[in-house]
């Protein structure tokens, strides 16, 4: 069964905290695949769930695309659930890097698979929880990227959406 095995706490602005799980034991390396259609889907759904709630469409920020799929990468490849990056840094510097205006937010979430029906199940789970919900309905946002990157063609991966204003 492809399923929540962790989710990571919404990370508003500036900080936040991480709950997570560690993948299967004897998990074999594999390689690593990136999903541009699911990831267009996923920003649709956001874009969807935000229209809902009276809120404005976020616009793809190309620019972000590498920091959130580079950070996908990493949280797939490892299994370590964490909005920090190489050597400790937090999110917000990879997405200032690449020209992101505050405010900023990050959501991830790892341990699923890249089917429709996951989808479903992350957007599910974030909004279930109030830190997640409230930054995918920040008002102050204006643009996003998101990256899904799964072991193998679709196996186990990980969502990350980055948010920027």
């Known amino acids: 069964m492809h399923g929540c095995i962790a989710l990571a706490t919404m ?26 259609t699911l ?32 950070h996908a990468t990493r949280v797939t490849r490892t299994g370590q659930v964490s909005h920090e990056g190489p050597g400790g840094s937090p999110f917000w510097v990879r997405l200032r890097a690449v020209g992101a205006p505050y405010p900023l937010g990050e959501v991830i979430a790892s341990h699923f698979s890249c089917r429709r029906a996951d989808l479903r199940r992350v957007m599910g789970a974030w909004m279930a929880s109030a830190s997640h919900r409230r930054t995918i309905l920040g008002e102050r946002y204006r643009t996003a990227a998101v990256s899904i990157v799964s072991r193998t063609r679709c196996g186990q991966g990980s969502y990350v959406l980055n948010l920027a204003g």
């Not at 990370?11 to 541009?36: D, K, Q, T, W, Y």
């Not at 769930?49 to 920020?61: E, Y």
């Open 11 to 36: 990370c508003l602005a500036l900080g936040g905290a991480i709950a997570s799980a560690p993948p299967a034991a004897g998990s074999p390396p594999a390689a690593l695949v990136a999903h541009p």
């Open 39 to 70: 990831e267009r889907m996923a920003l649709r759904e956001v874009n969807r769930v935000r229209a809902r709630h009276g809120r404005a469409r976020l616009r793809l920020r190309a620019a972000m695309r590498r920091p959130a799929r580079a």
